[in-house]
C-alpha cells in the first residue's frame, strides 16, 4: 500500500511536471517569436540609421569637395585673367607673325592656312593645276 501511494505520487507528480511543460512551451513559443520579431526590428531600425548617417556624412563630404574645387577653378580663372591682361597689352601684330613663323618650323602642324585677300583660307590648292 505504501508502494502504491508512492507510485501515485510519482504518477501525479509526473503529469504535474509533463502539464506544466506543455503550458510552457504553448506559452512560450509565441512570446519567444514576439520577442524575436521585436529584436529583428531593432536591429534592421539600427542598421538604417547608420545607412542614413553614412549617406549624409558622403553627402556632406562631397559638398565640401564641390566647394573647394569651385575655389580651385575661381584662382585657376584669376590667374588665366591676369595673364591675358598682361599678354594682351604687349600683344603686338609683329610677335603675331614670328609666333605663327616659329610655329611653322617646329613642325606640328601639318595643314597651313594661307590668308587671302578675302581671309579665306585655300582649301584645295594641292588638287588644282596651275595654267
Do not use: C
Request: aromatic residues 6%.
Amino acid at each position: 500500500m505504501i508502494q502504491e501511494k508512492s507510485n501515485t505520487k510519482k504518477t501525479v507528480l509526473s503529469t504535474i511536471v509533463v502539464v506544466l511543460v506543455i503550458a510552457f512551451v504553448l506559452w512560450g513559443i509565441p512570446n519567444y517569436a514576439v520577442y524575436s520579431k521585436e529584436l529583428n526590428g531593432k536591429a534592421q531600425l539600427k542598421q538604417a540609421e547608420w545607412s542614413r548617417q553614412i549617406a549624409i556624412q558622403e553627402a556632406k563630404a562631397e559638398k565640401e569637395a564641390a566647394l573647394l574645387k569651385k575655389d580651385a577653378d575661381i584662382i585657376r580663372a584669376e590667374g588665366v585673367a591676369e595673364s591675358n591682361r598682361i599678354i594682351s597689352k604687349s600683344l603686338t601684330e609683329e610677335y603675331i607673325k614670328w609666333k605663327w613663323v616659329e610655329g611653322l618650323h617646329d613642325g606640328s602642324s601639318e595643314v597651313i592656312y594661307v590668308p587671302t585677300e578675302a581671309n579665306m583660307p585655300i582649301l584645295e590648292a594641292g588638287s588644282r593645276v596651275l595654267n
